[in-house]
């Protein structure tokens, strides 16, 4: 396995605890469920929508592959923050500069309906180059390098994949408030409408067998009570 320049370089500059390989993604804080989206029109639409989505949070356009399976995948990257580490010697002290960023993938893929499915993922990014990850999705390119980076480095908050979730859900969001209707605008699928499905089962529950007729009333009402959405609680603990 190769190890980029920057893991050497960290040994000495980015801190003096134990050195870790980042691993982080946006996924570590959103579902597969919760990173997709259906966009009105042509693939060409939806890339023309992300584009100005991602442009306005400084995130350009980088690149584009077209899959054999007809889907298209757009890499998004841009910076996010420079940090300096001070390292003392004997004899005097050296200061070096490391750029943390984004990378963010998209993949467009064309529905028989007239509309598109937007797939995201994010990673964050140390001068440049995208850190591995455990959860990549498999039409996310390989990972090829390792980057490492020690316990005491400051910069390693910045690197959770918690960035990447957030510019991913408010993108998201901004796309449901602005909707117009016209290509590249958020589709509100059929799976939206579906009716909520109570949190349990009055009669599967222990304490059904003993209770009175007033009892098992309360219990059927509090089953009634929709159960919460998968994920919800991982989106409100961005």
Sequence with gaps: MRIHKVALLGLLLLGSGCMEQVRASSRSKLTEKQSKVVLAGTADDAA?????????????????????????????????????????????????????????????????????????????????????????????????????????????????????????????????????????SRVVTAESDEPAKPSCVASELPEWRTSNALEKKRLLEKCRVPAPEEGVRAVESL
């Design 48 to 184: 023309r929508r992300l584009t100005e989505l991602f442009s306005r949070r400084k995130f350009p356009l980088a690149d584009r592959q077209v899959r054999k399976d007809g889907a298209s995948l757009y890499l998004f990257k841009g910076q996010r923050s420079e940090l300096t580490t001070v390292s003392g010697y004997r004899y005097g002290v050296s200061a070096d500069t490391y750029t943390v960023g984004s990378a963010f993938y998209a993949r467009l893929t064309p529905q028989t309906d007239g509309t598109t499915q937007v797939e995201l993922f994010g990673k964050p990014t140390l001068d440049g180059h995208v850190v591995c990850g455990d959860q990549d999705p498999a039409w996310v390119p390989r990972c090829e390098e390792e980057v490492l980076a020690g316990g005491t480095w400051n910069g390693l908050d910045l690197m959770t994949g918690r960035e990447e979730a957030e510019t991913i859900r408010g993108m998201l969001v901004e796309m449901e408030l602005e909707s117009s209707g016209g290509p590249g």
